[in-house]
Structure formats: C-alpha cells, structure tokens
C-alpha cells in the first residue's frame, strides 16, 4: 500500500519533489514506528528508489540514512557503490558498513571515496592497511590527519615507502602521538635521500659525497632518537636497522663514540646473538680476550677493534672516578683515543677509519659549542631577569655623593628632585674640558657656582697669590679625574675612598686654572680697592 501510494504522488513529480519525499520516507523508517507490514513496504520502496535516475533522490536518501545503525544494510551497500559524492557520505559515517565492505570499496573506488573511508571515526587497521597499500596521497593525508584511526607499524612504513616524498604526508603522520620510532627514523632517512639527490641534481655536490652525507645524516638521526627511547622502542629500532640493512658498523662506532652505550648494547646483542647483560659486562673489559669474541661474533670488522677499545678504556675510567670527563668533553676524548690508536696502523687501511673518525671528532666540537653558547645564553638571561630594578633612596644618594664630593663642589640639599643643572661650556668655562672629564661630573649634584666670579670669591689671598706664582714658573700637572660614584647590583652602594693625594687646596686650584689670567688680576685688583676703602 505505502510503495502504490509513494509512486503514486511520485510518479509524474519533479526530482526536487521526489528527493524530498524519499528523504521524509527515509526517515518514517528509521524512526522505527511503523508497524511490521508497513515497515517492510517502506523498506521495498526505498530499494526501490535507489533506481531512480535523478542523482538528487540517491543523495536524499544516503543523507537521511548515512548515521543510522537501522538503515536496511543492502540500501548501504548499494549507496556505497553509487557516483563518489553519494557514495562519500555513508562510506565516511555509516556504521552499518562491516571492515569487508570498506576494503572492497577502498579497492574499488577512487581517491575520493578512500579519503572518506579514511575519515571514518571507527577504522580499524585492516582497513587503513588496505588503505596504505592501494591509496594515493590524498587519502593517505587524510588517513594520516586521522587521530582515531588505528594503524599499524607496518601500515605506516607503507605509507612512507610509497608517498613519503609529499612533504604534507610527511607532517601528517609526525604530528601523530602514537607514531613508532621506526617510522620516524624512516622519514627522517627518505628526508636525507631526498636533499642528497637535489643536491646532486643541481650540482652542488658529488654523488660520493651525496651519499655519505644521506647515510651520516641517517645514522645520526637513528642515534638522537634513541636519545628518548625507551628500551623496549630502542629494541624495535635496533631490528628495523638490521632489517633494512643500516645497522653497520660505522654506525654501532658512532654510537660508542658519542656516548650512546644502551644503543651500542642492544646493537651488539642483536648481531652476535648474546643478551644485553652479557655485552655491558665484556664491553666493561675492552681488552679482554671476551670483547674481542664478541666482536668477532658481531661481525665487526678487525680493524675496527683498536678504536673501540680505545673509545671504551677512556669510557671506563669516567665511570671508575680515575678521570673527571663526563658530557661533551668525554665524548671528545674517546674519539681522540681512537685517532691515537689507529696512529700506528698502516696508512693504506686505517685512511677510511681515520677520516670517520675525523668527521666525528668535528661533530662532537661542534656539539659542545653548541651546548656551552646556549648554557652561557641561559646564564646571561637568568644573570638579566635576577638582576635588582629598585634605586636606593634619594636622599642615601644625596648624603653619600655629598660625602665623597665635599672636598671638590658646593652640593646643593641632597633632598632635591630635580636634574642636575651643570654651568655653560661657552661662558662659564671657556677653556674647560668635555663635561665628562671635569671634576665631579659624574657627581649627580646641583652646582651652586655658575660664574668665575662666584669661584674668585671663594678664593683665599694666600691661595690665589701661590697659584700666581706657580703659573708663571710652570704648568701646573693635573691629577687624574675624580673616581665617580656608580650604582652597584647590590642594594648597597659601593662607593671608592676618597684619595689623600686630592686635597681641597689642589681641587679649588685646578677649578681656578680654568679662569683666565687677567680676569684673576682685575678681580685681585677690585678686592685690593675694596680693602682699602673698608
């Protein structure tokens, strides 16, 4: 009855008024409140719809069912397989779909439909495996980009072995927090190939030298991630070395050099097959015949044996207390030892080694300049921010600056607020210093005496009468400036004793050296008349 009525009102409708009656049908449906006869007609109807030629009738109806976990399963299937803007919308939330159908439809459909597959809140890593395996880049971004998805180690090496060269690949999946550390070395390393050839391309380097650098730049990224590993990580980053086949022995000598013991335990436990308890305890015992066995039994090769030996006797003794190396400068020192060892080697087979071992020695310079610039930067910032910004009090500046200058100014009252107000240069002085080297000018004090006048006044006849004398015989040598009164980094402030060789007689001197001569006979002459008078 309810499907003769639907084609009924339908039937000679526009695909507007269709889309709209499928979706209100659609969701009678789903509501769940029609009875069993009529549900099961409703149901007929809407398979029946999926026939309809009008693409806006389909979307109607996987819009209105694509959230619901009581659509009927084949209307979901069928929608799934529809054109991708239809399909898109129950393949991205419908939770009718079992893992077989998304596989199936990831296989089949395009990146449009995979990239909705991978959005989905519940996937699981069948299906973000099959996505890995047969997605491209877009839909690996969004499988990526998905934070609920789970996705297994191998799918993501996957992922980068075919796509890792898009750079926003690369970010999507190390901005995720459950990424293994295998991966991360993976594209750490695709990274490195990839600079290395665009430096080869373009000229600038070698391929020889190009590839050195890939493979340096790959070992060292290996070792700064096992920098925070945990062991069981360390482990899985061990095995995927050797299965890729970088686990070399030029990087198990790098680790021991530069201080990555546990990296170089696990290592040499994985090649020779011992437990990593066993290898700390010979590699405690460098030169002992066991060291040497295991060695061996890594597969190391004999040249390498001296170096190592050496790196770890210096190791040793930084443990035992005989040497007080530790950090960058230990690591320096067992590299230097090892250079010291391969010395007596013959030149023709230890040229390799010493070159390595060269490059490591500059590395680890490079790295404890780097640590001591930025310590000295911590240490300046800390040294600025705890540094005191409070000024004494004016009036303990004022009491203090009048103590030390009593000998040389007249200081107005130390309570004073305003700027110091220091004579004119042109008129004042004209034949004094720059304001710096007078005396007292770093005195912060009010000058009373801003004429040459006021300072003949303060003259005695005796003093003025011996400074005559002594112009005429010769030129009076200046004493040193005055010590200034500077603001200490403590709460108190330091202040320099007063020097026994400045007395008031020689200040007031010098002070009158500045004024010129036949001001000092005219003004001798008005006080003699003065004299006189009186």
Same mark, same amino acid.
């Given at each position: ?32 409140? *029609? ?14 719809l999926l026939d309809d030629p009008a693409a806006v009738v ?22 799934? #397989? ?6 898109? *919308?129950?393949?991205?939330? #419908? ?25 989905? #809140? ?5 299906? !973000?495996?099959a996505l890995a395996e047969v997605g491209g880049a877009p ?15 191998? !799918? ?23 990424? !293994? ?5 993976? +594209? ?10 665009? =430096? ?51 990087? +198990? ?45 890594? &597969? ?19 443990? &035992? ?46 790295? $404890?300049?780097? +640590? ?10 800390? $040294? ?20 030390? #200058?009593?000998? +040389? ?48 006044? =303060? ?76």
């Open positions: 009855m309810i499907l003769r009525q639907f084609l009924t009102l339908t039937q000679n409708a526009t695909p507007e008024r269709r889309a709209e009656a499928a979706g209100t049908l659609t969701r009678s449906y789903l509501q769940g409140t *029609l009875g069993p006869e009529a549900a099961w007609e409703a149901k007929t109807t809407l398979l029946a389909r979307r109607a109806l996987a819009q209105a069912c694509a959230d619901s976990d009581q659509a009927p399963r084949p209307l979901i299937v069928a929608l799934a #397989s529809d054109q991708p803007d239809i399909a898109s *919308l129950v393949l991205a939330r #419908s939770p009718v779909l079992m893992d077989a159908d998304l596989v199936d439809c990831v296989a089949m459909g395009c990146e449009e439909t995979r990239a909705a597959v991978a959005g989905r #809140s519940d996937l699981s890593k069948p299906v !973000a495996a839909s690996l971004i969004a499988l990526a980009r998905n934070p609920l998805a789970a996705i297994g180690t191998a !799918a993501l090496m996957r992922m980068v072995e075919r796509h890792g060269e898009e750079a926003e690949l690369r970010q999507a999946l190390l901005a995720r927090t459950d990424l !293994a550390i295998e991966v991360r070395h993976a +594209i750490v390393a695709l990274m490195a190939e990839q600079l290395s050839r665009f =430096g080869q391309n373009a000229g600038w380097i070698s391929s020889e030298r190009g590839d050195r650098a890939a493979r340096e730049a790959r070992d060292a990224a290996a070792l700064a991630l096992s920098d925070e590993a945990e062991e069981a990580q360390l482990v899985r980053l061990v095995a995927h070395l050797r299965v890729q086949e970088q686990l070399t022995a030029g990087l +198990i000598l790098r680790a021991i050099l530069s201080l990555r013991l546990p990296f170089a335990e696990i290592a040499l436990a994985e090649l020779s097959g011992l437990s990593r308890a066993r290898v700390a305890g010979l590699m405690l015992e460098p030169h002992g015949a066991g060291f040497a066995a295991l060695h061996r039994r890594a &597969g190391l090769p004999a040249l390498l044996l001296p170096a190592i030996r050496a790196g770890l006797t210096v190791w040793r003794d930084a443990n &035992g207390g005989r040497n007080g190396l530790d950090g960058p400068r230990l690591a320096r020192s067992m590299i230097e030892a090892a250079l010291t060892a391969c010395e007596t080697m013959p030149f023709a087979e230890a040229r390799g080694l010493m070159a390595l071992l060269a490059r490591f020695e500059a590395e680890a310079a490079r790295d $404890e300049a780097r +640590i001591l610039a930025h310590e000295q930067a911590e240490a300046q910032a800390r $040294e600025v921010a705890e540094a005191p910004t409070l000024l004494p009090a004016p009036e303990t500046v004022g009491n203090l600056v009048a103590e030390v #200058s009593s000998d +040389i100014l007249i200081l107005s009252p130390a309570s004073t607020a305003s700027e110091p107000s220091l004579p004119d240069t042109a008129t004042a002085w004209p034949l004094a210093p720059r304001p710096e080297e007078r005396i007292g000018a770093a005195v912060a004090a009010e000058i009373v005496p801003e004429t040459a006048e006021t300072v003949l006044a =303060g003259l005695a006849d005796e003093i003025m009468a011996h400074f005559l004398a002594d112009r005429a015989a010769a030129m009076v040598q200046l004493p040193a400036p005055a010590p200034e009164v500077l603001p200490a980094t403590t709460p108190e402030i330091m202040v320099e004793p007063k020097r026994t060789a400045r007395p008031r007689a020689i200040a007031v001197a010098v002070a009158a050296g500045m004024i010129p001569e036949d001001l000092i006979l005219s003004y001798r002459a008005d006080r003699e008349r003065q004299r006189l008078a009186a």
